[in-house]
């Protein structure tokens, strides 16, 4: 909903870069908060039938996704709202939003 209702935004002429928590340790402290979430099967939905399924690693998404929203709450508090909007509409475009789907029927066909 949020990528729905987000304006396009438009990029700053600004350098500064967020502080960045390192992968390694946000992946950690997610896989400790969430013990039981593991890896999951994943298919190409517009692949070929014959072709085999890929592993998703459900911590590694969601520090994924985590590490991006963390900026772009950076970016709208140290940049700007137009800057923060245009991140998180190409973030979720080119980066996370298919994980983020992936990520979604994962936990879906856990609780149910």
Do not use: C
């Not at 911590?59 to 245009?86: F, K, M, Q, S």
């Not at 979720?92 to 939003?97: A, K, L």
């Amino acid at each position: 909903m949020a990528y729905h209702e987000a304006p396009e935004g438009s990029v700053a002429d600004d350098e500064r870069e967020p502080p960045i928590e390192d992968f390694q340790v946000r992946y950690a402290r997610l896989g400790q908060r969430f013990p039981e979430y593991g890896f999951y099967a994943l298919t190409d939905p517009v692949g070929p039938l014959h072709e085999t399924g890929r592993i998703g690693d459900s911590i590694y998404d969601l520090a994924d996704v985590a590490e991006d929203l963390d900026e772009v709450v950076w970016r709208h508090e140290n940049i700007g709202p137009d800057d923060a909007h245009w991140h998180f509409k190409l973030w979720f475009r080119g980066y996370w939003g298919t994980p983020l789907r992936n990520l979604s029927g994962y936990l879906h066909a856990r609780t149910w």
